[in-house]
């Protein structure tokens, strides 16, 4: 949500990219979340809603008072940018768990390959475009999305191939028959 606010003509001007892109990925979190909430038990579906609602309540609490009280495009772009890159940190900090069950078990079965390939693709595309464009807010979150993408790809190439240590199934017991 805050990238669609970032890229608002009032915030960040020339930021179609931002806008359009965030909004169909902002439309598609809905839709997605709108089916979750549908068929998850109540105590999901509450912890769910508490979610979004924090996420509204600190979106307005930023927003309305960048736009009444900061009167520059780039304080604005500043202000908002920097809650970007909070959260797009945090939401690019968020695989370090699963990381840190790969390292453990020394298997990969927690971190499926192209979604770890998406988060690193993403990251680039947008520092790229960060580059392109000279913004530090879409650079510095994107580059740390980028360093976290990279990070599970190298774990998962390092642990491929690895047998994994904990986890492994009960394997199928046979018991031998005798001959008379």
Not at 166 to 174: C, H, I, S, T, W
Request: glycine content about 6%; proline content about 6%.
């Amino acid at each position: 949500m805050f990238w669609v606010f970032y890229g608002l003509p009032i915030i960040h001007p020339d930021s179609t990219l931002v806008i359009t892109i965030n909004s169909v990925g902002l439309a598609l979190e809905l839709f997605y979340l709108t089916i979750f909430l549908i068929y998850t038990t109540n105590h999901k579906r509450l912890k769910i809603v508490l979610y979004l609602v924090l996420e509204v309540v600190v979106l307005v609490a930023v927003g309305v008072p960048t736009i009444l009280k900061v009167h520059t495009h780039e304080k604005r772009s500043m202000v908002v940018g920097i809650f970007c890159v909070i959260f797009g940190g945090l939401m690019y900090a968020a695989p370090l768990t699963i990381m840190r069950k790969v390292i453990k078990t020394k298997s990969v079965e927690f971190m499926p390959f192209w979604l770890s390939f998406a988060a690193f693709s993403n990251g680039v595309i947008w520092l790229i475009y960060a580059l392109i464009k000279f913004d530090p807010y879409i650079f510095t979150g994107n580059g740390l999305g980028t360093l976290c993408g990279a990070a599970q790809l190298i774990l998962y190439a390092y642990y491929y191939k690895s047998t994994p240590k904990g986890n492994e199934k009960n394997p199928p017991q046979v018991q031998m028959a005798t001959l008379p």
